[in-house]
């Protein structure tokens, strides 16, 4: 009998969708509960106690079992499918660009959507107001390597960012470079990402972010 899994989420942020995204191309069955964190309601004792000592969504929750952290969960439901490599190299090298996307991508243009379209300028802090021109200079550095990456194979250009076929790495990084535009990111300056972001979208088992 396979365990039930529970998607403990808000359904707009990137690092939900990304699992439901992986579970869509894997044929995974998620159920969903939703929390606002708007009205930080991961940050209750019940979650916390519950869910997650962490006090952030997304979990996904396996059987009795609860793994937060949105790469390690699409780890789990993509384990043995094709989107994880067979050759070694590519399978770290899939890690790498998940790594990446935590450290140096969505925390700039995943935050920036966040503050703009979720918080709105007028709620700002003064922390976060001072802290907009970094972030934007990094998320556009961020895309800015996205971009030379897909443009540069040997003569020709990469289709996916590890190997010749989707993997995670692609998976991960479509959530928060899909919705850039929304961190006031203008994607017209990246046109292999642009081109990216249409090959990801066009896979059969693609689910919008919204779905
Ligand atoms: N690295 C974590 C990030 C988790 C995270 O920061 N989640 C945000 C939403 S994307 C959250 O729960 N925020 C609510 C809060 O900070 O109260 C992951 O990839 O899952």
Redesign the pocket.
């Known amino acids: 009998m396979t365990e039930p899994l529970i998607l403990h989420e808000?359904a707009l942020?990137?690092?939900?969708y990304k699992i439901r995204l992986t579970a869509a191309h894997v044929g995974a069955v998620l159920q969903r509960r939703e929390?606002n964190?708007l009205k930080?309601e991961?940050?209750t004792p019940e979650f916390v106690n519950n869910i997650s000592a962490?006090?952030?969504?997304?979990?996904l929750q396996i059987g009795d079992r609860f793994l937060?952290?949105?790469?390690?969960?699409c780890f789990w439901l993509a384990d043995s499918s094709p989107l994880i490599p067979i050759d070694r190299f590519e399978r770290a090298d899939m890690l790498h660009w998940m790594n990446w996307e935590?450290y140096f991508h969505?925390p700039h243009i995943?935050t920036m959507r966040?503050l703009r379209a979720f918080l709105f300028e007028e709620n700002w802090s003064a922390e976060q107001r001072a802290a907009v021109p970094t972030r934007t200079e990094m998320g556009n550095r961020a895309l800015g390597l996205m971009e030379d990456h897909l443009a540069t194979r040997h003569l020709a250009t990469r289709k996916w960012f590890v190997g010749d076929t989707p993997t995670l790495a692609d998976i991960c990084l479509f959530p928060y470079t899909s919705t850039a535009k929304e961190g006031g990111f203008d994607l017209s300056r990246y046109p292999h990402v642009s081109r990216w972001l249409a090959d990801v979208a066009a896979l059969p088992a693609h689910v919008t972010i919204i779905a």
């Open positions: 808000f942020s990137g690092n939900c929390y964190i930080l991961t940050r962490n006090a952030r969504i997304p979990v937060p952290e949105s790469n390690a969960a935590q969505e995943g966040f």
